[in-house]
Nanobody
Framework: MQLVESGGGLVQPGGSLRLSCVAS???????????IRWVRQAPGKGLEWVCG????????RCTDSVKGRFTISRDNAKNTVYLQMNSLKSEDTARYYC?????????RGQGTQVTVSS
């Protein structure tokens, strides 16, 4: 089972990006029932939980620093979770990862770099 992120890049402050996380090797039922989260790691800092979505796609949570700017969503038919990021700030610069599971059972992708700079 694998998660692959895409959609990162260089964007100016105030801009937008949409990240995608595509799952492979999951059955439809396994993916659709899995909670998926986005985490990020800025240079020299630890991992920070950003947003999460449970199997019921109406239930989402985001950390306070991105509330009102970031939205997490999922398309189970496409085995994909999205992170729509608006009004980006320089402090959002980080490598973004999607992940599922916990501890030794965690599956995390290789990440996609987001750089917010003028």
């Amino acid at each position: 089972m694998q998660l692959v992120e895409s959609g990162g890049g260089l964007v100016q402050p105030g801009g937008s990006l949409r990240l995608s996380c595509v799952a492979s090797g999951f059955t439809f039922s396994a993916f659709s029932s899995a909670g998926i989260r986005w985490v990020r790691q800025a240079p020299g800092k630890g991992l920070e939980w950003v947003c999460g979505i449970v199997s019921d796609e109406r239930i989402t949570r985001c950390t306070d620093s991105v509330k009102g700017r970031f939205t997490i969503s999922r398309d189970n038919a496409k085995n994909t979770v999205y992170l729509q990021m608006n009004s980006l700030k320089s402090e959002d610069t980080a490598r973004y990862y999607c992940a599922t599971g916990v501890g030794s059972g965690e599956i995390r992708g290789q990440g996609t770099q987001v750089t917010v700079s003028s």
